[in-house]
């Protein structure tokens, strides 16, 4: 249920090494939907959801987070509040799988005190959402792709926050993992009310999952709407530069996009 605004991006502009990564860009989150960003590489994307976390020092412009400005909270809150999820597996760590999930914990503990009961319960909630649990004791470097994402994610649920920021999820997994990550991020919204960014290459997921997508091409905000306001050929094939082919499906069932692929 989407419920007031919980972030607001006001003219950001993020510089790195004199190059302007973001340029002016604005956008509203609001509490309890699901948005996706799509756009070529290059487009800012991981920039901005780095950004959404404090994880980048803002050059112009503010982020706001619950109406207040994201730069004078303090990092601890910030973590207890917003969690965010990388590409990649957990840097080749070689924890145990609870391990890691408990590290999502520190956060909200105070210097040098041990997990209590309580912090205990989220971390074996964040197993069991994430379907993990059996794979308590399992080495992070002996587990499958998939497996290692959903691990990722269960971190970021035990942190205690409610804003999920995630960048290509399902990168580099085969189609069945990809179904299973892409399933557990829908039940963590629909069903625990979580809200969700997702940076995505995947058009496809980004329509079935998304209530809103945020178009991003050259460091701007380009295109944002519903899926089926902005997963048209037309407007694809001006961000991406190469043609688009939409295939309608009737009933619930959202169109699906093709990259077409030049003639030979």
Not at 116 to 139: F, N, Y
Not at 144 to 173: C, K, N
Not at 189 to 207: E, I, P, W
Request: net charge negative; with cysteine; glycine share 10%.
């Amino acid at each position: 249920m989407i419920d007031g605004a919980l972030m607001e991006v006001r003219e950001l502009v993020v510089k790195m090494s004199d190059r302007e990564i973001l340029s002016g860009l604005d956008l509203k989150l609001h509490r309890g939907e699901f948005v996706s960003m799509i756009g070529p590489n290059g487009a800012g994307k991981t920039t901005l959801l780095r950004a959404m976390d404090g994880l980048v020092p803002l050059s112009r412009g503010e982020i706001l987070f619950e109406g207040r400005s994201l730069e004078a909270i303090r990092r601890r809150e910030i973590a207890r509040k917003i969690s965010y999820v990388p590409q990649g597996d957990p840097g080749g760590l070689d924890f145990s799988v609870q391990a890691f999930v408990e590290l999502g914990r520190y956060p909200n503990l105070g210097p040098w005190e041990s997990l209590g009961p309580a912090d205990l319960k989220a971390v074996h909630g964040a197993m069991e959402r994430t379907e993990i649990s059996a794979l308590a004791d399992r080495r992070l470097l002996s587990l499958s792709g998939g497996e290692r994402q959903r691990v990722l994610i269960a971190a970021a649920l035990a942190q205690g926050g409610d804003l999920l920021l995630l960048d290509e999820p399902t990168s580099f997994l085969d189609y069945r993992h990809q179904l299973q990550v892409l399933a557990l991020l829908d039940r963590l919204h629909r069903q625990d009310g979580y809200t969700c960014v997702m940076v995505t290459h995947d058009l496809n997921a980004a329509s079935s999952l998304s209530d809103r997508i945020f178009v991003l091409k050259e460091g701007r905000l380009v295109e944002e709407g519903t899926p089926d306001a902005v997963l048209r050929p037309e407007k694809l094939e001006e961000v991406f530069e190469v043609p688009f082919r939409l295939i309608e499906r009737g009933g619930k069932r959202r169109s699906m996009i093709l990259a077409e692929l030049a003639p030979r």
